[in-house]
């Protein structure tokens, strides 16, 4: 078992930046792909960014340019930078974690752990 725990959200003004943290532990071994998904009310989840054990990482185009995400292995910790936020980014962002590597944009059914979520709410 992983366990994920998120923190960072909050609220910004749009244009703002937001830096957003997920502790894995228990069988950190496996944490192999970590991930960012997020889910606006009455929307599906929805995928933000993956980042590999090696680095490689993956965007949704709707945060490419805007969004980081970055791994620091030794602190098995994975991070979200948001910069230039807009109102659309406004959602739950839920950490996860999948044993499987795959080519491009995962699918929440590809997710093998989730975290709990944190609120990111972009105000105008």
């Known amino acids: 078992q992983v366990q994920l725990v998120e923190s960072g959200g909050g609220l910004v003004q749009a244009g703002g930046s937001l830096r957003l943290s997920c502790a894995a532990s228990g069988r950190t071994f496996s944490t192999y792909v970590m991930g960012w998904f997020r889910q606006a009310p009455g929307k599906e989840r929805e995928f933000v960014a993956t980042?590999?054990?090696?680095?490689?990482?993956y965007y949704a185009d709707s945060v490419k340019g805007r969004f980081t995400v970055s791994r620091d292995n030794a602190k098995n910790t994975m991070y979200l930078q948001m910069n230039s936020l807009k109102l659309e980014d406004t959602a739950v962002y839920y950490c996860a974690v999948g044993t499987r590597w795959y080519s491009g944009a995962y699918r929440p059914g590809d997710i093998d752990y989730w975290g709990q979520g944190t609120q990111v709410t972009v105000s105008s």
């Open positions: 980042i590999t054990w090696s680095g490689r990482t």
